[in-house]
């Protein structure tokens, strides 16, 4: 399960990416893998060809987006999703998607792709 911390940090990262499509609900807007495909563009520009991401609204297509994702680009990287997860994904099951990004954000870090954010709880100003 992801804290509600790391969600926080989870959702700052991903608006800090310039995406083609305005997020609205997270579970939907990634159900298809056309935005998970532009942030892997984002961190590997020469990887991803996003004319190879259609937006899609079949689950066929959602999968084949995912699996294409899965083939030319994750593997690449040493990331993987369990079919589970990329059926809970396309889905737009409840915190799919936020448990996949957590993950490939995580496989980025490792990667050095990005610095982890540190959350700094609020604390109390001393004057």
């Not at 987006?65 to 997860?85: D, P, Q």
Request: with cysteine; net charge neutral; charged share 30%.
């Amino acid at each position: 399960m992801i804290s509600d911390e790391d969600l926080l940090a989870l959702y700052e990262w991903i608006d800090s990416i310039p995406l083609s499509r305005e997020k609205k609900n997270i579970a939907r807007d990634f159900c298809d893998g056309v935005l998970t495909a532009e942030i892997m563009k984002h961190y590997y520009p020469k990887m991803v060809d996003v004319h190879n991401y259609p937006e899609a609204s079949s689950t066929q297509q959602k999968l084949t987006n995912w699996n294409t994702l899965c083939l030319k680009v994750f593997r690449k990287i040493g990331f993987s999703i369990t079919k589970a997860e990329l059926e809970n994904v396309v889905n737009s099951k409840p915190k799919a998607i936020e448990i996949v990004l957590w993950k490939l954000y995580n496989k980025l870090v490792s990667n050095g792709k990005i610095q982890k954010k540190e959350i700094k709880k609020e604390e109390e100003s001393e004057f």
